[in-house]
């Protein structure tokens, strides 16, 4: 047996003793820590995608009916966050809280709801508010409205419980969109769209009658039909051979196929499926490729490498530029709003002469770290984006009333400064951002979470992965001292993004201002910088934004 397929085994073992564990003591925090696992061992058992998605449709013959369910409803919730391009720890939590949905007894949700409340474990809470006291009235006609007012991850709960419900619709996944489609608000339109080209209509472990009459199980997709082998017993399987089936050449979706256990997976996604499928230009529940953060993209570096000589290929190097289309749209989109839009850039070339070299390089290394932080959705990422902007921008404003260019370094800074809030595990299972904390001047205290002084290291670590500058790193991790302590070089970035901190708080949390506070006035006589104007740079920071503050 497969590795995968061992993992699969363990999560149907999970399954059971977690559905005995709540029918002898019901809510408890060791039922809770049973759910983390099997949310875990889920997540492991998806790298065998095809098997494990076909459990999406297929029946478990040694599984309970509610069992049964948590199985269905683990895959679809997983099948949704991968599509979705959900967060590892944000996905772990969704999970967490199918399963609890499913086996947790019904005259105990409330007192459940009430310990992850008090516990501040706002996801998982959020989750079960929807599947608790909106998901019994699907077939209302007044749920429409709240519906509506759902976040974007508690319909994704609902989807997926929906899509867990095979009873109801023998079809299996067709009958399920066909039936639930037309009744959803248009804010689930982004997860129904996901579900296409995979899983589709017709996902693996699908039954279907051919023209012949004969009936065959769709093993996997791919790009010009099916992977299929006939239904057959165990002992035919090993002789069954895999075929190509064209999308019409299927005539009727049957019913519902049942396999007395996991092992049997392991007969029909055999080593004749796996050549098969290598073999042809397969379809994957994988929505886009990841990429790690640590090292800058490689096409950048390219792209640094030209922009540091001395006389650069300004066609080669527009080229490189134009071949990352998120790259060259920001170029020029930037290049566009600094002339208020008045010049329409469309050329790549033409942008990056208008630009110049030593902007446009800051701006690259600012989009692409963008990027690559936030390549997972989680539920605050729209709010750190925000607030993001406004220190970046801050800082911007600040360095502009010093009198000092430094063509982007200092939103660059700003942007590595921020880093860390997207790395932060804590916050990627919160739906609500935490209140501020102290020291008001250092990134430490910009939010109060867990072990804050990840946030720096985590900055520095980035920053020194992506080969910046020295004065930048030591900016970095002295802009909290004592400006006199700060080394000479960094002081003037170390500065900025103090102040900048300070800023950002204020625009966000409302706070008062702290004119008497030491930091503050050695940073601005250090800068040169009046305190008279200091809530007219605030005011000029949220015009250039153009944010909010969704708090």
Sequence with gaps: MSLELSVLVELTQALTQTESLAEREGFSTTFLQHCQQIASLTKAASKQSEPFYALLVLRVHCLSDKAQHALNYLVATQLLCQRMSVNEHTSHTLLSAAVCSVFCPVQQHQALLDWLKQRNHSLWYSSLIALTRILPHMHKRRVQSALSRLQALQRLMILAALLSENKSHPNGLRGQLKYWAPKLP?????????????????????????PDQTSALILSLTADGYLVRHISSQEQLKTSPVWQLQQDEVQEVLATQVVENIEELGLRWDTQWHNMQSQTEAISACSKSSYPIAQPPAKLIVIQDLLGHAEPDLDKLARHIADEGFLAHQLSEDASRRTRLKLQFVEVKHALLFQGLARTRHLLIQQALLSRVNQHYFPLQESLLQMTQILVNSMEVLANQNGTSEHGEVKTLGYFACAGLFTNTWLKSRVKLPQSASPNYSLTGLLAIPQADELIKHAIALAQGWKQDSQLIQALRHHAS??????????RLGC???????????????????????????????????????????WQTVEVTHCYCPR
Aim: hydrophobic share 40%.
């Design 186 to 210: 248009t804010s689930f339109v982004p997860l129904l769209d996901s579900l296409f080209p995979f899983p589709g209509l017709l996902p693996p472990g699908t039954a279907v009658r051919l």
């Design 482 to 491: 004592p400006v006199t302590q700060i080394p000479r070089p960094a002081r």
């Design 496 to 538: 900025l993004l103090g102040l900048g901190l300070l800023m950002t708080r204020q625009i966000w949390f409302g706070e008062s201002e702290t004119t008497e506070m030491d930091y503050y006035q050695e940073a601005m006589a250090y800068l040169r910088l009046s305190p008279a104007r200091w809530q007219y740079l605030k």
